[in-house]
């Protein structure tokens, strides 16, 4: 069977970061099958050889403990050998294989909610790239229909498939933050730690305490909490008000259900929207090149701090090709980041005698560390770092269960080819509201800005069905009232 065509009839497809779909259509015979077809690219090119090991790790959502078996089982049929890094964060799996040049793969949904899962591959080298999901597509395997049942299931108990859980990526993701910087840098500040159920929650405990920051624990939960650092909950933007009331901090923090995307509130228990946290990220570590999708705050630009900005389509693929061209041009050092906060290292960073390697995947613990680390050494707030940069403000949110093909559908509709017909489309629906069309942006979705300088930019999730509005202006106030009508605007489009 092609992995092509097995995308097709079980609905389970790469989105932008991996593989996902309903837990319900991820069965056992289509993560086994996934697996497969990744390893099989890999051998293919050469990447791999006969007995390589190969690192799992997974998220906290029920159905992850059951892709996981899959996961290693095919591993084993390959003749590859699983070996299981724990619930930890994809960051830290992906360290894991870049150390020893072995692929990865992670068991996860992201922020999704818990009844979808994913799988997220990853090269010896780096993340699988448009490339690679190609190759991926075109493998054909050999399915051996006796090992599952009608349903999809393993046909017997495959639980003692997952060997014992290897701590050494759980260690060494935690040191590599711990010898980068300087030891006890953050004595004396209080840091709260939203744990909800994301699986960074007791390695962010345990980087922070080793810095020498008091750390508060909040809001641990053994239910799984989708939390989109895009689109941030109303209940989260209460409870971080309420915590910084209740207790004097420094920072506050948190990461979605994987660890690769960061939440960062400052003093008052405000978060800080992804993209602005990149620059901060960024502007810390000194990067040269940044690269971020067009969906990000034209702050980047607007700051001045970087010798080089690169815009990309949305999708951590896409950055890394961007990073991979800066770095071909000589920049050094190279960064790259999300608006949903995600930060990607191209090359290493240098302190002193201290080193960061390069981590070129999202990752959300650099994001606070770097951040509280500036607020340090500056002996500021962190709120006054985040008013250092260009008055611009972004704003997200997403209506779920918007399906795909109908997103596709409505937005192709405002961008034919034709742009005097495309702007009188857009005019037509969106200037009554934001005024005169002065450009349109297809990169990725539509990204529209007014003639005002304010931004809106429509883009259908890459993992999920929903459709999603940014939007940019000059007050935050202004950024969430262009979304709430966005939001009401593409609500009509289900019809």
Request: proline share 5%.
């Amino acid at each position: 069977m092609l992995i092509g065509d097995l995308m097709r009839h079980s609905g389970v497809t790469f989105g932008t970061s991996g593989a996902r779909g309903l837990a319900e259509a991820m069965t056992d015979r289509v993560c086994h099958a996934y697996t497969c077809g990744f390893l099989q690219s890999l051998s293919a090119s050469g990447a791999i050889a006969p007995g390589t090991s190969v690192g799992i790790g997974g998220d906290l959502r029920p159905s992850t403990t059951r892709i996981l078996i899959a996961c290693a089982r095919a591993i084993r049929d390959l003749g590859y050998r699983p070996c299981y890094l724990g619930r930890i964060p994809t960051p830290a799996v992906m360290a894991w294989g870049l150390a020893r040049g072995a692929p990865t793969l992670m068991v996860t949904g992201s922020h999704i909610p818990d009844d979808r899962n994913g799988i997220k591959f990853n090269r010896p080298d780096g993340e699988i790239l448009k490339r690679d999901e190609e190759c991926i597509r075109a493998q054909r395997i050999q399915i051996d229909e006796t090992a599952f049942a009608a349903s999809g299931a393993f046909a017997t108990d495959q639980s003692a498939v997952l060997p014992a859980e290897d701590p050494s990526a759980y260690r060494e993701y935690l040191s590599r933050y711990l010898d980068f910087f300087p030891p006890g840098c953050f004595a004396g500040r209080h840091v709260a730690v939203y744990e909800h159920s994301s699986v960074a929650r007791d390695l962010y405990v345990d980087v922070f305490e080793g810095l020498g920051a008091r750390v508060t624990r909040l809001a641990r939960s053994e239910v799984f909490v989708p939390v989109d650092t895009e689109a941030i909950r109303p209940a989260d933007i209460e409870l971080a008000r309420v915590w910084a009331a209740q207790d004097r901090l420094d920072l506050l923090v948190s990461a979605d259900g994987d660890g690769d995307r960061p939440l960062v509130g400052d003093e008052r228990g405000e978060w800080l929207r992804g993209d602005l946290a990149g620059i901060l990220c960024a502007r810390q570590l000194g990067a040269r090149g940044v690269v971020t999708p067009v969906s990000s705050n034209t702050a980047v630009e607007r700051a001045g701090c970087f010798a080089t900005v690169l815009r990309t389509r949305i999708g951590s693929p896409y950055v890394i090709e961007g990073m991979q061209e800066l770095v071909a041009r000589g920049l050094d050092p190279v960064v790259g980041y999300e608006a949903n906060g995600g930060f990607l290292l191209a090359t290493p960073i240098a302190r002193a005698s201290r080193i960061l390697s390069a981590l070129p995947t999202r990752d959300a613990l650099i994001v606070a560390l770097s951040i509280l680390h500036a607020a340090c050494e500056q002996g500021r707030a962190v709120s006054a770092l985040a008013a250092d940069l260009p008055r611009r403000f972004t704003q997200s949110d997403r209506l779920q269960g918007f399906p795909s093909e109908l997103a596709q559908t409505r937005l192709a509709a405002l961008h034919g080819g034709d742009r005097e017909h495309d702007m009188a489309a857009v005019t037509s629906i969106f200037g009554a509201a934001f005024g005169p069309v002065a450009d349109l942006d297809v990169t990725d979705g539509l990204r529209i800005t007014f003639a005002s300088g304010e931004i809106a930019h429509l883009r259908p999730s890459g993992n999920a069905p929903e459709l999603r509005a940014y939007t940019e202006a000059d007050s935050p106030e202004r950024a969430a009232e262009m979304t709430r009508i966005c939001m009401r605007i593409l609500a009509g489009w289900r019809d």
